[in-house]
């Protein structure tokens, strides 16, 4: 056999959690695996972090349900390396409840069909599997796992776990997903000089939403605190601000992107989001797939049948964000 030429590297490693004691023994909490994937030749000049949905793992982001190649393969292929994380609690980054507390439902294949299925809305025709396929829909189901009951927790260590991996590799790129969308917002607030620019795949919402089965957005756009100015201290005093009189600095001018799908129940919640952050001094920018001629997406436009057309306008945007002053 000839032997080739290696044109991928590739790998993995931990963020570590907290050590924490119970009953005079030490555990590790929320730690964060973190596997990457890069060409022989990096061509883009930051790397790209892909954070998953709820209750699911960083694995949405290499394959799709049908065998193909997923988003993280293709901003590889388009030059970059990519970093793809299990949150904490999530996928092969550990749970136990007495180091996370107590865990959320499970997910149901009901939730499942919900979230993602077709249904009633005719529009909604990239969905790459049958309904009827129970062979395909076993293995979709087989990934997902409960999330933290406590949302804010579970966004906190999401936050603080990003940070140090954004101070391990320096300046990024964000792309989030559904749940994980908040996290976005709140790794700006920590490391606004190493998030470069953030591309939200519908995140979750809209402001002060009750998220069932999840959790409570207190803080607006998150479950967990941001950092605006004048300071606050309590949740209560952002739902009664004035739009405009509370401040994200974090957040002034830094490119912002919230994509959404023409025939998903959640596209709702992002244009509240957009008018939220940039009330607060963001300058998020909306871009609806239908409007560029990418039609019949969901909720899991990211692995859906036309997934590549629907990456095309997002890494167009990243592109133009990135390095146009670089």
């Known amino acids: 056999m000839n032997a080739s030429v290696r044109t991928l590297r590739r790998g993995h490693f931990w963020i570590s959690g907290d050590r924490v004691e119970h009953d005079g023994l030490t555990y590790q909490r929320g730690p964060m695996y973190v596997e990457w994937e890069a060409?022989?030749?990096?061509?883009?000049?930051?790397?790209?972090?892909?954070?998953?949905?709820?209750?699911f793992q960083g694995t949405e982001w290499f394959d799709t349900p049908d065998g193909r190649p997923g988003w993280a393969q293709r901003f590889v292929e388009a030059g970059y390396a990519v970093l793809v994380v299990d949150r904490p609690g999530h996928g092969r980054s550990p749970f136990h409840v007495r180091t996370l507390g107590e865990m959320g439902p499970p997910f149901s294949y009901e939730g499942g069909q919900r979230i993602y299925f077709p249904g009633d809305d005719a529009r909604h025709t990239q969905w790459p599997f049958a309904p009827d396929d129970a062979q395909a829909m076993d293995e979709f189901i087989a990934g997902y796992g409960p999330l933290p009951a406590d949302l804010e927790l579970s966004q906190t260590l999401d936050a603080d776990r990003m940070a140090t991996l954004l101070d391990r590799i320096g300046p990024a790129i964000l792309v989030t997903h559904s749940a994980s969308g908040p996290d976005g917002w709140l790794v700006a607030d920590r490391r606004p000089d190493l998030v470069k620019a953030i591309a939200a795949i519908e995140p979750m919402g809209p402001p002060f939403a009750d998220i069932p089965n999840i959790g409570a957005m207190h803080w607006g756009v998150t479950a967990a605190p941001l950092r605006f100015e004048p300071p606050v201290t309590s949740a209560h005093v952002v739902r009664k601000a004035a739009p405009g009189s509370l401040r994200l600095p974090a957040l002034v001018g830094l490119p912002i992107l919230i994509v959404t799908a023409e025939a998903s129940a959640f596209a709702a919640a992002s244009p509240p989001t957009a008018n939220f952050l940039n009330a607060a001094g963001a300058s998020a920018e909306l871009l609806h797939l239908p409007d560029l001629g990418v039609h019949g997406n969901g909720h899991g436009l990211i692995y859906e049948k036309n997934s590549d057309a629907a990456l095309a306008p997002v890494l167009k945007w990243i592109i133009e964000r990135t390095e146009s002053q670089v």
């Open 39 to 55: 060409s022989e030749k990096v061509i883009r000049p930051y790397p790209i972090v892909l954070m998953h949905g709820g209750g």
